[in-house]
């Protein structure tokens, strides 16, 4: 239901927009929250970032300003918008969302996208 484009690979310091679509049985602008997570090789899940229904937005603690996490309601669309990206943010990025931004925000969400691989060559 979730299906996010978007990735590649890309020098330190540049950027990428990634973009994710929810299906439409799925996606609600009043009762869906959603985000985006990532897991380098390795390492554990790690969100980076949310948006809930009422707009609130939280960011993981190494995003400093680098992303803008939004969505489109009319295309059903998230988006995350990364700049200065570094050898430290290439990972397999995932579209999530669920319900309960709780939940959400968690790390356990009921949906999930496939994924789409940043990869930062520095």
């Known amino acids: 239901p979730l299906v996010e484009s978007g990735g590649g690979s890309v020098q330190a310091g540049g950027s990428l927009t990634l973009s994710c679509v929810a299906a439409d049985y799925l996606y609600s602008a009043v009762t869906l929250s959603m985000g985006w997570f990532r897991q380098g090789p390795g390492e554990e899940r790690e969100k980076v970032a949310t948006?809930?229904?009422?707009?609130?937005?939280d960011y993981g603690e190494f995003v400093k300003g680098r992303f803008t996490i939004s969505k489109d309601n009319a295309k059903k669309t998230l988006y995350l918008q990364m700049n200065s990206l570094n050898a430290e943010d290439s990972a397999m990025y995932y579209c999530?969302?669920?319900?309960?931004?709780?939940?959400?925000?968690?790390?356990?969400?009921?949906?999930w996208g496939q994924g789409t691989q940043v990869t930062v060559s520095s």
């Open positions: 948006i809930d229904t009422s707009g609130r937005i």
């Open positions: 999530a969302a669920d319900f309960s931004k709780t939940r959400l925000k968690a790390g356990t969400p009921n949906y």
